[in-house]
């Protein structure tokens, strides 16, 4: 099978799969980085190589490029950039998150795509660090340092996390794992 029929193939396989399997973020739905990867290498098999190098690395920010081949035929390159001080997944994982976005916006430009190039995962870290009411929420809840100001946060953000979950529910998780990680060391202090 050519390489151009396998890509058609695989495309196609990965447009009947995405029902009941993207994230719908603001109205719109985002396939994730590993459905993309899971139908292609379903689909393609060994034929399909994806070849990831660094771009750029420093105490600050990770760059990286993605290769798509099929059958040792070059299809497609997808890049990324990740800051360490973006989140604190990136503190300690700016390489792997990079490497994932890279890979996505690659399969992403072989056609692999529900509503854009951007992955779910990417949408959802762009709308984070760009809306201020999450980046308050997060500061108010590492100022946390006591109950009472840890209910008070409770009850302050009881709407923002319930309109959060159902709009973004990607940041929505990452949120809620800095929220236990604050919460069990408040528990840990013996603080709640």
């Known amino acids: 099978m050519a390489n151009i029929d396998k890509l058609v193939q695989a495309v196609n396989d990965f447009k009947k799969s995405l029902n009941g399997h993207t994230i719908s973020i603001h109205g719109k739905d985002y396939a994730t980085v590993a459905m993309r990867v899971a139908v292609a290498r379903r689909v393609l098999g060994t034929s399909l190589d994806i070849v990831t190098k660094i771009i750029h690395i420093d105490a600050d920010k990770v760059v990286m490029q993605a290769d798509i081949f099929i059958d040792g035929k070059h299809i497609s390159t997808g890049h990324s950039e990740e800051s360490r001080k973006a989140s604190r997944i990136n503190a300690t994982s700016a390489l792997e ?60 953000n009881k709407t923002f996390l319930s309109e959060l979950k159902a709009n973004n529910p990607i940041t929505y998780q990452n949120f809620m794992e800095q929220f236990t990680t604050t919460k069990n060391n408040l528990i840990n202090k013996g603080v709640i």
């Open 97 to 156: 998150n990079s490497e994932t976005s890279a890979v996505g916006r690659a399969l992403a430009f072989c056609a692999f795509i529900s509503d854009g190039i951007a992955s779910a995962e990417e949408v959802s870290t762009a709308i984070e660090q760009q809306d201020k009411k999450i980046q308050t929420a997060i500061a108010e809840l590492n100022a946390v340092s006591h109950k009472g100001s840890y209910q008070e946060w409770i009850s302050k």
